[in-house]
Nanobody, 116 residues
Framework: QVQLVESGGGLVQPGGSLRLSCAASGSIFSFNVMGWYRQAPGKQRELVAAITSGGLTNYADSVKGRFTISRDNAKNTVYLQMNSLKPEDTALYYC??????????WGQGTQVTVSS
């Protein structure tokens, strides 16, 4: 079993920055892919960014150039640095991991609100 603990969400003004963190624990599994999804009210959950154990990254077009995903494999932690935030980035952000055995786990979500 894997537990994911997210932190770093909050309220920020447009143009501001936030850094999300997600620490995975409770298992000796290695995590092939770690990433972030988000879901805004009335919308489907969407991929924001993902990173493989080798450092390959994938971003949603809407966040390219503004968000940066990174990970610390020794700490089983994934980060999402979000800059130049826009009101449309407002959503519940979920951490997601896929183990080397193909098991997938989700965090509880952390709220990001971009508003003046």
């Amino acid at each position: 079993q894997v537990q994911l603990v997210e932190s770093g969400g909050g309220l920020v003004q447009p143009g501001g920055s936030l850094r999300l963190s997600c620490a995975a624990s409770g298992s000796i599994f290695s995590f092939n892919v770690m990433g972030w999804y988000r879901q805004a009210p009335g919308k489907q959950r969407e991929l924001v960014a993902a990173i493989t154990s080798g450092g390959l990254t994938n971003y949603a077009d809407s966040v390219k150039g503004r968000f940066t995903i990174s990970r610390d494999n020794a700490k089983n932690t994934v980060y999402l640095q979000m800059n130049s935030l826009k009101p449309e980035d407002t959503a519940l952000y979920y951490c997601n991991v896929i183990t080397n055995f193909g098991f997938e786990y989700w965090g509880q979500g952390t709220q990001v609100t971009v508003s003046s």
